[in-house]
């Protein structure tokens, strides 16, 4: 698998277990409901969990993730909850409110990598995917 350092994430790293958090909205082409971190990972693909602080910072992520089979890799933009009554929308304990950060999650539910910015999802996964082209 692959894995990165040079970032410090105070506790969670590279080979850790996927973080959880509870309440957060999803929401999808208007339609509403309320999941958990857990809800979203898959044993099948790669879990790219965007952290950002709007849909802006997280387009050129997602723009570097077109180039990969959606069968293979899934990804998930997690946005600071704007009103009060949506708790636990950012878990301040994984990322700041004004920060970008993406966390890889491989298949078997354990962080592949930490990184930042559409590079550094290419970076991991070139790696990844080098023999299977």
């Given amino acids: 698998m692959f894995e990165t350092a040079e970032i410090d994430e105070g506790h969670l790293e590279a080979r850790d277990g996927a973080p959880d958090a509870p309440k957060l909205l999803h929401i999808l082409l208007g339609e509403f409901d309320v999941k ?13 969990l965007i952290f950002a602080p709007n849909p802006a910072d997280a387009t050129p992520i997602l723009a570097a993730l077109e180039s990969y089979d959606k069968h293979v ?7 600071p909850s704007s009103s009060p009554a949506t708790p636990a929308a950012f878990p301040a304990d994984l990322v700041e ?6 966390f890889i999650i491989r298949p078997d539910g354990v962080i592949g990598a930490i990184v930042r910015g559409g590079e ?14």
């Avoid at 409110?97 to 993406?102: I, L, Y």
């Fill in 36 to 48: 958990t971190l857990f809800d979203i990972y898959r044993p099948w693909c790669h879990t790219i």
């Fill in 73 to 79: 890799v899934r990804s998930a933009v997690i946005m």
């Fill in 97 to 102: 409110g004004t920060q970008t950060k993406v």
């Fill in 120 to 133: 550094g999802v290419t970076e991991c996964f070139s790696t990844l995917f080098r023999n299977m082209e």
